[in-house]
C-alpha cells in the first residue's frame, strides 16, 4: 500500500474485513469512540475516503451513502458524476 497514508491504510484494513460500510462507521470502528457528523475526524475520514474513490481502490455504493473496495479493473477510469 506505497503512496497511502495513515488513515486510508487504516480504511482499506476495515473494508477487507468488513466490505459495505459508511463513513461514520468507519471512523468510529478506526478510532474506537463515537464521531459526531460534524467533526474534524469526520471529516478527515472522509477526505481520505474521496482521494482513495479518486485512485480508484475504493467505490461509492448504495446512493452514494456506502463505500466497498473497488473490483480488480485497472484499466477503468473513475467515472465523474
Given at each position: 500500500?506505497?503512496?497511502?497514508?495513515?488513515?486510508?491504510?487504516?480504511?482499506?484494513?476495515?473494508?477487507?474485513?468488513?466490505?459495505?460500510?459508511?463513513?461514520?462507521?468507519?471512523?468510529?470502528?478506526?478510532?474506537?469512540?463515537?464521531?459526531?457528523?460534524?467533526?474534524k475526524?469526520?471529516?478527515?475520514?472522509?477526505?481520505?475516503?474521496?482521494?482513495?474513490?479518486?485512485?480508484?481502490?475504493?467505490?461509492?455504493?448504495?446512493?452514494?451513502?456506502?463505500?466497498?473496495?473497488?473490483?480488480e479493473?485497472?484499466?477503468?477510469?473513475?467515472?465523474?458524476k
Amino acid at each position: 500500500m506505497v503512496g497511502l497514508s495513515k488513515n486510508q491504510r487504516k480504511i482499506i484494513e476495515v473494508l477487507q474485513i468488513k466490505p459495505d460500510m459508511t463513513t461514520k462507521e468507519i471512523a468510529e470502528l478506526t478510532l474506537g469512540r463515537i464521531v459526531p457528523y460534524k467533526s474534524k475526524d469526520f471529516a478527515s475520514f472522509y477526505r481520505s475516503l474521496i482521494s482513495l474513490e479518486r485512485k480508484g481502490r475504493i467505490q461509492r455504493v448504495h446512493v452514494k451513502l456506502r463505500w466497498r473496495l473497488a473490483t480488480e479493473k485497472k484499466n477503468e477510469s473513475p467515472q465523474l458524476k
